[in-house]
């Protein structure tokens, strides 16, 4: 395990891992981002009454458009980092080899391909089951002034299952990387 964390690499090796990692970042800040944007045109008040107080020292004052979408940015790119990491190593065929850059690619846009996927599942579902309020709901919907609950709780499926479909996609895309690494 050390050695797949911490491994004696080549400069031309770490730098390929180092690009794969900030390409990782890049990947899944994007789509934070544009995931925020789309997620806050379906709930504003997700974001006015509820991340905006996760995420408040954060906040640029540019408006709630693009607050949301920092806030997209904040919490995804840390884990396309790793994933990009992850996919990189995993391309390798032994531990002094250089990633695979093109599968390690694939393997990131598959974790990507995923989430999405998720993320429109947890809107589906909350779409399906928005008129089955538990009263927890309606308590919480009350105790945050929330005057459009179904719509609050439909974004935050989508949110829930986006992270669900990473880690799902993080353990499919290491999978089909191992198979395919030549």
Known sequence: MKQFLYPTLSFRAFRDLIG????????????GILHDQVTYTLSPEYFTKFKFDQFADADPGLGNRAFAGVIGFLATWWIGAIMGWLTGRLSM??????????????????IFAIAVVCGIGGFIFGAATSQDLPAYWTNWQRMNGIEDIAAFRRVGWVHNMGYIGGILGGITASVWIRRKRS
């Open 93 to 110: 065929k032994s531990g002094t080899d250089r990633p695979q850059v093109r599968l390690a690619l694939r393997g990131l846009i598959l």
């Open 20 to 31: 794969l990692t900030i390409s990782g970042a890049l990947i899944a800040g994007v789509y």
